[in-house]
C-alpha cells in the first residue's frame, strides 16, 4: 500500500498560514539580533586588534633604540603618532588631522589629533559604545613613557631615571556594551 501524498490543490488554512508567518517572524528576529551582536563584536574587536598591532609597533622601536645606544630617544615617543611606527597603516585610518578637519571624520575611522597629540577612534555602532566624553562617540589614546622621575623633572632622561616600558593607553574609560 503507498503512502497518499496530500492535495496541495485546496491550499493552506489560514490558521496555518498564520503559524507559517509567526515561525518566520521568531527566527527573522533571532536571526538580525545574532547578526547584530556579531556586528558589534567584529568592531570591537577589529579596534581591540589595530590597539594591539600599534602598542607591539611602539615597544619594537623603545626595544631598537635601547639596543642601539639611543635611549635617550625613547622619550620622543611620548605623545606621538603611534600610527606612524607601522609599515602599513589600518584602511580606516584617516591621518593626521586638527581643528575643524576632525569633526567631519566618518564613524568606523582612527585620525591623529595634532593638536591634542591624540588617536581617536569614531566608534560605528554607536548605541553600544559608553565613554565619559561628551560628543560623537569615540576613544582616545596617548603614547606614553613610563619611567621612575627620579630626578622629578617628569621628562625621561636615561642617565637619571629608570625606564619602565612605552604603552598607547586611553585618556579616558570606556566600555563596549554587548547586544541583548
Do not use: C
Not at 639611543?70 to 603618532?81: A, T
Amino acid at each position: 500500500m503507498r503512502p497518499r501524498t496530500p492535495d496541495l490543490s485546496q491550499g493552506f488554512s489560514l490558521l496555518e498560514l498564520v503559524v507559517v508567518v509567526a515561525i518566520v517572524a521568531v527566527l527573522m528576529a533571532v536571526a538580525v539580533s545574532k547578526y547584530l551582536a556579531l556586528v558589534v563584536d567584529a568592531e570591537r574587536v577589529a579596534m581591540e586588534s589595530v590597539l594591539s598591532t600599534l602598542r607591539t609597533a611602539v615597544n619594537m622601536k623603545m626595544a631598537e633604540d635601547i639596543v642601539e645606544g639611543r635611549i635617550n630617544d625613547v622619550r620622543l615617543l611620548e605623545n606621538s603618532n603611534p600610527m606612524d611606527r607601522l609599515s602599513q597603516t589600518p584602511s580606516n585610518y584617516a591621518g593626521e588631522l586638527g581643528g575643524t578637519e576632525t569633526a567631519g571624520v566618518p564613524s568606523g575611522t582612527w585620525y591623529f589629533d595634532r593638536a591634542e597629540h591624540t588617536l581617536v577612534y569614531r566608534v560605528h555602532n554607536v548605541n553600544y559604545f559608553q565613554t565619559v566624553l561628551e560628543g560623537l562617540p569615540r576613544a582616545r589614546f596617548r603614547v606614553r613613557v613610563l619611567f621612575q622621575d627620579r630626578d622629578g623633572d617628569r621628562v625621561f632622561d636615561a642617565a637619571k631615571d629608570k625606564l619602565e616600558g612605552v604603552v598607547v593607553t586611553p585618556l579616558e574609560p570606556y566600555r563596549w556594551l554587548s547586544y541583548e
